[in-house]
């Protein structure tokens, strides 16, 4: 958190950071909501959506219930962010499930109403978090970083695999943002 403090531009509108991973089981969602609570807890407004679209995993982390509204509804134009957000147990932060599994996760990450939803997050918070699919098994992580600021790596010790690293590198060199940090987790001693 204090790394990507310090290399925050100091705009008006909120700061989106895009947490993902090469691959599955790396620790990508429980990083993000870790880091979604440290925000909140430092007064700053914060959103956590889950945009893992295919395997959604926040909502069973803060919720007991499974919440069948989220981003889908937003981005299929059914419900508002209003009629979405739910609030956690932390003070400033909220939680946007992703709602029910669409057809076309990719697609409805890359359209009109995804600009749309993006632009009214910004005005409403001053930290969003997004948890997406790992980068290996679909694109739906590189369609969203034409929105971010921030884009944060997660590699497991001794999970994530070298071949799957190389190539959501290259992927990334591929698109318009560059990798902001990594965080290296599972890391022992030996």
Do not use: W
């Amino acid at each position: 958190r204090t790394s990507l403090m310090l290399d925050s531009n100091n705009s008006k509108e909120g700061q989106i950071i895009l947490v993902t991973s090469p691959g599955p089981g790396e620790g990508k969602t429980t990083t993000v909501a870790n880091l979604a609570i440290t925000y909140a807890n430092m007064g700053k407004k914060t959103l956590l959506v889950d945009a893992d679209l295919r395997k959604p995993v926040i909502n069973k982390m803060f919720f007991s219930k499974k919440e069948n509204i989220g981003l889908t509804n937003i981005l299929s134009n059914n419900l508002t962010l209003k009629d979405c957000v739910l609030k956690s147990e932390a003070d400033n932060l909220n939680i946007l499930s992703s709602g029910p599994t669409p057809p076309n996760p990719s697609e409805l990450l890359s359209s009109s109403s995804m600009k749309k939803f993006i632009s009214e997050i910004k005005k409403d918070y001053e930290i969003i978090l997004f948890d997406t699919p790992p980068l290996i098994a679909v694109t739906d992580a590189f369609v969203i970083t034409r929105y971010i600021d921030k884009f944060l790596l997660v590699i497991r010790a001794s999970v994530t695999q070298k071949g799957a690293l190389e190539r959501s590198l290259v992927n990334m060199s591929n698109i318009e943002h560059s990798v902001t940090g990594v965080i290296f987790n599972g890391v022992n001693e030996s």
